[in-house]
């Protein structure tokens, strides 16, 4: 069975780091393009980051030059490193599998002021 398990949301202040992470299982997960969307409570899920099997990424306009997304083909991990945080980075943070074909659960990132 497919599963994508999210880890590493937390609480940090604005102007801070986080990491989250993805591991996947039941997929061949090199040939995937892998991805990271969040959403905020009453708002449409974002597009955050897009990475292929090859590691060339493509960023959400709202997050551009803040976050890194990088895949480790060898462990099926996808990982996003977010820096410069703001408020509005506050929601859940989802891993994203065949271009939304699979979804984790989720994890939650909230950014204080």
């Known amino acids: 069975q497919v599963q994508l398990v999210e880890s590493g949301g937390g609480l940090v202040q604005a102007g801070g780091s986080l990491n989250v992470s993805c591991v996947a299982s039941?997929?061949?997960?090199?040939?995937?393009?892998m991805g990271w969307y969040r959403q905020a409570p009453g708002k449409p899920r974002e597009m955050v980051a897009a990475?292929?099997?090859?590691?060339?990424?493509r960023y959400g306009d709202a997050v551009m030059g803040r976050f890194t997304c990088s895949r480790d083909n060898a462990k099926n991990t996808v990982d996003l490193q977010m820096s410069n945080l703001k408020p509005e980075d506050t929601a859940v943070y989802y891993c994203?599998?065949?271009?939304?074909?699979?979804w984790g659960q989720g994890t939650q990132v909230t950014v204080s002021p």
């Open positions: 994203a599998a065949a271009m939304g074909r699979y």
């Open positions: 039941g997929i061949d997960f090199s040939t995937y393009i």
């Open positions: 990475i292929s099997s090859g590691g060339a990424v």
